[in-house]
């Protein structure tokens, strides 16, 4: 008989707040998360694509019925930190359930072991399915050897290793198994199937010990016998050579020895950032196997797609603890996904379909940074090749593009940023430094880097603010300008504030911690160590587990005051994240970096996973809200993870991992570049020194040009300089002869509609 209730209350992913993520190193095609002690979204065939909102359980005598997530009384254990292999223990009157999950390495199954320990109990799973991303339009029936879901051409089979006694099927939220309980107190319903809605399954154990196969194919019958076979192979076995192929990826593992919960947090954060490498789509890697505030939304994307930044983050953790395999891999397949144009879209599915379509400048240069990180430490190989074409064609795009961008790195504003333009510059002169470009791009890639390098002040920081005297300092770098605007007087919208603005002199952020850490600037720089008491003062956070930064002030994304999720606006909170890129200042200060890595490693998980964000006022129990621990935004953050490990080992070897000699030495000693570059979207008012001057554009032009209010007119035609750029060059003997130059410009048959003027 089928349930009812169609089509069931809409649809949301289990919370964001995970105990633990886990995956097998073999061929297999599946990664699951764990929350509040049970199976949360399971993911296959990518890690892009969850198939389930949760498996958990009901245990329940005559009388008395407990499920185990809502009783939250539950301790999670693993093997090593690094082996992802989770024994979950709930307790709870008068019972004991022990969980263990592992995914079988050569199926597409999870296998989930149960001893259910407590005079007169029986055990109930309960499935949500959302198959192909979704918990619409899925069906689900009982049948005689499994229970089933199906959704277009994704099945999936949930078999006992002893057949169910009985089993039912519902529409969430009207007849489901958890309602059947709520009403009856006892399981009571048989339904034999529900179909085309927000759906779910519940089954009865037999016995008190036992393993449960859940299994995933293009039909029901090929889950259900990947799900059998499994089970026949037997747990024991197949956990044996689960940990087997784990152990043999640990021992190239590199995390410095340290005090013992630093250890720990290294070795668990390598293992989360190996977990999210996906096997469909080898080096691809997701932000992260969880959506924010899931609970409380249906979002197909969350954070499991690839964000290009994330992604190279994850390889230079990885490369820096010694998986050298696994950075090339991630290589690899950012050269397979880059776009024609030499950009990456601002995140894709692991196939590389693209989820939002905006652009990143600093997504467009962290894989060329990756790249030169594997060639500085001679580990290209193979890749050398297609590695230099990908360089070429991201340097050129960032040349043709730069040095605005679209979005920065919070993916919320257009402009120059400190951030994104140092990744801009370190990509220009490492590409140009380590021999992945020819001339004449390879010359122009230096000078432009340096014109950018010279002009960050121009464009992002400021002096004699109002901030400034109140904390007695002499000026500080901002967040970001927004293109055609002056830092000292502009005004920005703060996203997820419902278009609020702002003076950009008044907004700060971490992003100039980057001109240090890439070694652009020295960590003695006033103009830094002003900004960095400026931001201590108004984005630090202390908390119980320690000191967090918000991204910036007034930052919308985060929970509401009263604890409700983010709904498109709410308060920033706290991220440990930033504590990690305080702590890497810190290093190259020489400051003492444990608070902020104690800091992170207090502020995750049961299993030891990094949130993006905590919470940081106020405790409001009833939401599970504590300050310094997991905000209900994203958790894990594989970015964060990578930060940790980064951090750790920068602690070790004195040095980020994402210094390259050719930058460091290059800006050691700060110098005025010897030509300047005029472009329409990074114009200059006034020539800053005696040198050159560079009309440029990404199209050929010709240049009709005067002097001191149009005087002595000429033309001149722009000539190829490199990277897809054309410029005409006015020397520095001819500049110094007046006061001001007028120029327009002519492209194909058409003139510009404005005139320009330069004050020499």
């Known amino acids: 008989m089928e349930a009812f209730g169609r089509p069931g209350i809409p649809p949301t992913w289990a919370s964001s707040r995970k105990d633990l993520v886990s995956t097998a190193l073999g061929s297999s095609r599946v990664w699951f998360t764990l929350g509040y002690g049970i199976l949360n979204e399971v993911f296959w065939p990518s890690s892009g694509e969850p198939q389930i909102r949760d498996l958990g359980f009901i245990v329940a005598r005559e009388g008395a019925w407990f499920e185990v997530k809502r009783v939250k009384r539950y301790s999670l254990t693993t093997p090593q930190p690094d082996i992802p292999l989770a024994q979950v223990v709930h307790q709870g009157e008068g019972y004991t359930l022990t969980l263990e999950y592992l995914s079988d390495p050569d199926r597409d199954v999870v296998l989930v072991y149960y001893r259910l320990e407590g005079e007169g109990f029986r055990l109930y799973p309960l499935l949500a399915p959302h198959l192909r991303g979704s918990g619409h339009n899925n069906t689900v029936w009982v049948g005689e050897d499994a229970l089933y879901a199906r959704k277009e051409w994704t099945a999936l089979a949930l078999v006992s290793q002893v057949p169910f006694v009985r089993s039912s099927a519902g529409y969430v939220g009207a007849s489901d198994g958890w309602q059947d309980f709520h009403r ?56 044996e050579r689960f940990l087997s192929l784990w152990q043999s990826w640990i021992k190239n593992l590199r995390i410095p020895a340290s005090e013992p919960l630093l250890e720990r947090e290294g070795r668990v954060s390598a293992m989360v950032l190996k977990v999210h490498e996906d096997r469909t789509f080898p080096g691809a890697v997701v932000a992260s196997l969880s959506t924010p505030w899931g609970f409380a939304q249906d979002d197909p994307g969350g954070y499991h797609l690839v964000w290009p930044r994330d992604a190279v983050e994850v390889g230079l953790a990885l490369l820096a603890a010694g998986q050298t395999e696994d950075a090339r891999r991630m290589l690899a397949y950012l050269i397979a996904v880059q776009r024609q144009d030499g950009g990456w879209s601002q995140n894709f599915f692991p196939d590389g379909t693209p989820y939002w379509r905006g652009i990143q400048l600093d997504e467009v240069a962290f894989p060329v940074l990756l790249a030169c990180k594997l060639a500085a430490e001679k580990h290209l ?105 002056v830092a000292a007087r502009g005004s920005l919208v703060v996203q997820n504030r419902q278009g609020e603005e702002m003076p950009i002199r008044n907004l700060l952020g971490l992003e100039f911690l980057y001109l240090v850490r890439l070694g652009l600037r020295r960590a003695d720089d006033p103009r830094i160590r002003d900004t960095l008491k400026l931001v201590d003062a108004l984005l630090r956070v202390e908390t119980p587990s320690g000191s967090f930064y918000r991204r910036y002030n007034e930052d919308g994304y985060g929970e509401h005051p009263d604890g409700t999720p983010f709904n498109g606006w709410g308060v920033g909170r706290a991220w440990p994240l930033l504590a990690g890129e305080r702590g890497h200042y810190a290093v190259l200060a020489g400051e003492d970096p444990l608070p902020y890595l104690r800091a992170m490693a207090r502020a995750t998980s049961p299993g030891g996973l990094i949130p993006e964000q905590v919470w940081d006022a106020q405790p409001i129990p009833s939401r599970g809200l504590y300050p310094g621990q997991p905000s209900g935004s994203a958790m894990p953050l594989v970015w964060a993870h990578a930060e940790f490990t980064k951090l750790l080992l920068a602690m070790h070897n004195q040095l980020p991992c994402e210094c390259l000699p050719v930058v460091t030495e290059r800006y050691r000693q700060p110098a005025a570049p010897g030509v300047w570059h005029w472009r329409s979207n990074a114009p200059l008012e006034r020539l800053p020194t005696p040198s050159d001057l560079l009309i440029e554009d990404n199209r050929p032009f010709t240049l009709y040009l005067g002097f001191e209010g149009w005087q002595d007119t000429h033309e001149r035609q722009a000539l190829p300089l490199g990277l897809g750029i054309y410029g005409v060059r006015l020397e520095r003997a001819l500049l110094q002869k007046y006061s001001t130059l007028e120029f327009t410009r002519r492209f194909d048959t058409s003139w510009e509609s404005r005139d320009y003027r330069v004050i020499l």
């Open 184 to 239: 009856h107190g006892a399981m009571t319903w048989t339904f034999s199937h529900a179909e085309g809605g927000n759906v779910a399954l519940m089954g009865e154990l037999p016995c008190g010990e036992g393993v449960i196969a859940l299994g995933f194919a293009e039909t029901p019958q090929g889950a259900r016998t990947l799900a059998a076979a499994s089970l026949a192979e037997g747990f024991t076995s197949i956990r």
């Open 381 to 485: 190989g193979d890749l050398a090749l297609l590695a230099t074409r990908m360089v070429r064609k991201a340097l050129a795009y960032i040349a043709q593009n730069g040095p605005q961008s679209p979005q920065d790195r919070w993916e919320e504003n257009a402009g120059a940023s400190p951030f994104t333009l140092a990744i801009l510059v370190t990509a220009l002169v490492a590409g140009a430094k380590q021999g992945f470009l020819e001339e004449p791009d390879r010359s122009y890639a230096l000078s432009l880097a340096d014109n950018w390098n010279a002009r960050i002040e121009e464009w992002t920081y400021v002096e004699n603010t109002e901030l400034d005297g109140q904390y007695g300092i002499r000026g500080h770098y901002v967040r970001i300008t927004p293109s055609g605007q």
